[in-house]
């Protein structure tokens, strides 16, 4: 098992940020590398990317302004497994290199996982009225193929909103 470490740094349109990674992601050291995740579909569907790319290309991310990172670096087989003491320390780390990285956009793909972290039980889908690290928040359904509420196009349109949303910022 590999730990994820985030990708990105200075400059990103948007920083997605994951729960943690699944069993597969930390098999083959790349994020959201569980068959069946929709991670990738979506960033291509919102218009993030100009295909779609596969999870040992996370490390072209950079390359297109977004970074990933994860509240928990602890690979489990469902983000259930993963204790609210968890999140609410990957939320205050999370916090320290949106700071130093300055994202436009901070995109939390997983509304109960933010509902815990942050201790916002009324958080819903979209932008949040708390910034993280002094940047907008914006929070999306979890593209986990075990997440069954979300088809493929309301990823694309939901993703896509953040990303019209990111873009506005300067």
């Known amino acids: 098992m590999r730990q994820l470490g985030p990708i990105g740094g200075p400059g990103l349109r948007v920083l997605f940020v994951g729960i943690n990674p699944s069993l597969r992601s930390a098999e083959v050291g790349h994020h959201f590398a569980r068959p069946g995740n929709r991670f990738w579909a979506a960033l291509h569907g ?71 972290a942050f201790r916002r039980p009324a958080a819903d889908v979209g932008l949040q009225r708390e910034q993280v690290g002094g940047r907008p928040v914006w929070v ?23 990303r019209r949303y990111a873009m506005s910022l300067e």
């Open 46 to 116: 919102a218009g993030f990317t100009p295909r779609t790319l596969a999870p040992q290309d996370d490390g072209l991310l950079p390359a297109f302004g977004i970074g990933v990172t994860n509240f928990v670096s602890r690979a489990t087989r469902s983000a259930a497994e993963l204790t609210a003491d968890e999140l609410r320390a990957g939320a205050a780390a999370l916090e320290a290199t949106v700071r130093t990285w300055e994202p436009r956009l901070v995109a939390v793909v997983g509304v109960v996982a933010y509902r815990v």
């Open 140 to 162: 999306l359904p979890n593209p986990s193929g075990l997440n069954a509420h979300y088809k493929p196009a309301d990823f694309a349109r939901l993703y896509a909103e953040a």
